[in-house]
């Protein structure tokens, strides 16, 4: 059974590791509107960015209640249940955490009492000074009467936004925030005011929607579409919005200085989504067109890795002339696998969620485009299925330079140690994967084919060059909070025992 978290509050335990998001947000101020159930079609749009747990906050400007449960947006809500949110404001989150800690205390959003009511918060990102804001609440009532320390930053951060009696939350968030650092587009409220905010760097999308009697913050444009809302703005690097009766008002905590994440047009946001005015679809064509003219291949189909790779595959088509097909089939139903919080579970994931078409694939040299390589299991697993199927040949052409580094950003791929491309050449991880050829697109051509000025971008996976600068490696890591800090060192130690012989 789900718990109602209206009055709860949180009984976290110190010693579950901590997780990293890739999440969805969603927020909605619309008196006379059925908020919650907006709120509800709003999360299943941006259902892609975390499919672990989902949660909803309403507030009728004196009441707020939090639902939230582990599971996708479908299985978590119920007609009866967005019934009992009424008010005229909502917050909305889905998640996706990793290694493990996927459990009902983490899931958003969060809820914390303050002096003046409530405030309900959903994050999208990952703080990277997490450990300096905790050490902060150290002087927090709470914390002094012994309660459990939270295990994730966005349990930090909801804590120190309540944690000024003296200040409406509002004004606690222009004091808070320059403080915070790393990626965080946030959409959060009190009982009257809905409010959302974007870290400096703008890593993570967030935008704002029109309804005709009310206002939508979502993490994509996506979001925006599926419930009738018009597109007005990106909400800036630095800024804070806050809506209520008195409308919308905006205000700087923090000097933009934009570093928006290259790997959203790569593979996280939706083809249908717009960033920086650009449709995400759009750039993906262009990329493969791209790819086709960096890496050509001479070959019968250009068959796409469903569904991600699916554009940049038409673009390879597109940019060569080798007829497209559908040659792996999809089960939709079935998750990301490098979300699968193990290996084994990895495994079968790409046995569960992908197909070959026999007849379509027997005797032909296929290329296949794929968006990123993380560990290399999927893409060793795809190779292998299609061999068996019949192809004559295997091209793989992958939509991203080599994922290298790992995201500290609000992205999980994996430790620099389960990288494949983290001290493996090109030829070395043809081998691995078994392909009879391989090739990635350029970071130069990858970022042409977004057209955003290179130093408008965060590509840090790829080149290893942060943009946010990371703290000590003993202050950073996944299990920062559970006193276990999993260092970058302490990865590429591991990496190197990995790669004797
Ligand atoms: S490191 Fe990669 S995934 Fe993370 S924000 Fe930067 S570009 Fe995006």
């Known amino acids: 059974m789900a718990r109602r978290d209206g009055l709860l509050t949180h009984d976290l335990n110190p010693n579950e590791k901590g997780p990293q998001d ?186 704002l929607g029109k309804l005709e009697h009310g206002w939508v913050v979502a993490s994509e444009t996506a979001a925006l579409d599926i419930v009738g809302a018009a597109f007005i703005r990106e909400i800036e690097p630095g800024e804070l919005i806050a809506i209520d009766e008195s409308g919308l008002r905006t205000q700087r905590f923090a000097e933009a200085a934009p570093k928006h994440c290259l790997f959203e047009y790569v593979y996280l946001a939706r083809p249908d989504t717009v960033l920086a005015g650009k449709s995400v679809h759009a750039v993906r064509v262009a990329v493969g067109r791209r790819l086709a003219k960096e890496h050509p291949v001479d070959a019968d189909l250009v068959i796409p890795v469903p569904e991600s790779g699916t554009p940049a595959a038409v673009g390879y088509a597109q940019g060569s002339g080798i007829p497209f097909a559908q040659g792996l089939v999809k089960n939709a139903y079935v998750g990301r696998t490098f979300i699968q919080p193990s290996q084994t579970l990895r495994q079968l994931g790409i046995r569960l969620k992908l197909n070959p078409l026999r007849e379509v694939i027997a005797g032909k040299k296929l290329v296949v485009v794929d968006d990123s390589i993380v560990r290399g299991n999927t893409q060793r697993a ?35 140690a389960e990288l494949i491309a983290t001290g493996l050449g090109v030829e070395e991880i043809r081998k691995s994967i078994d392909a009879d050829s391989l090739g990635y697109v350029s970071q130069e051509g990858l970022i042409e084919c977004t057209q955003v000025a290179t130093e408008l971008l965060c590509k840090a996976c790829f080149d290893g060059e942060y943009p946010i600068e990371l703290p000590a490696s003993d202050l950073i890591g996944k299990h920062i909070l559970d006193g276990i800090a999993k260092t970058v060192e302490a990865d590429a130690e591991v990496h190197q025992a990995l790669r004797l012989p």
């Open 22 to 207: 890739a999440c969805g947000v969603f927020g909605v101020w619309a008196p006379g509107e059925q908020v919650a159930k907006l709120t509800y079609f709003g999360l299943y749009a941006l259902q892609h960015r975390g499919q672990e747990s989902a949660g909803i906050a309403a507030s009728d400007g004196g009441r707020m209640v939090v639902y939230k449960d582990m599971g996708l947006v479908s299985q978590v809500f119920t007609e009866d249940i967005l019934e009992t949110l009424t008010g005229h404001i909502a917050v909305g989150h889905c998640r996706y955490s990793t290694t493990g800690t996927s459990r009902w205390e983490n899931a958003q959003p969060t809820f914390r009492t303050t002096a003046q009511g409530h405030i309900a918060l959903a994050h999208n990102g990952n703080l990277v000074n997490t450990k300096e804001l905790d050490d902060s609440l150290e002087a927090e009532p709470a914390r002094r009467s012994g309660r459990p320390r939270p295990t994730t930053d966005t349990e930090v951060l909801t804590r120190l936004l309540a944690a000024h009696p003296d200040l409406s939350i509002e004004a606690a968030a222009v004091k808070v925030l320059p403080n915070v650092k790393g990626a965080f587009s946030l959409v959060f409220m009190d009982e009257g005011t809905l409010y959302a905010a974007r870290d400096p760097q703008g890593i993570r999308p967030l935008v």
């Open 382 to 416: 795809i190779v292998r299925m299609l061999r068996e199927a019949g192809a004559a040949e295997v091209h793989v052409r992958i939509s991203s330079p080599p994922v290298q580094w790992p995201c500290f950003y609000g992205i999980d791929f994996a430790t620099r």
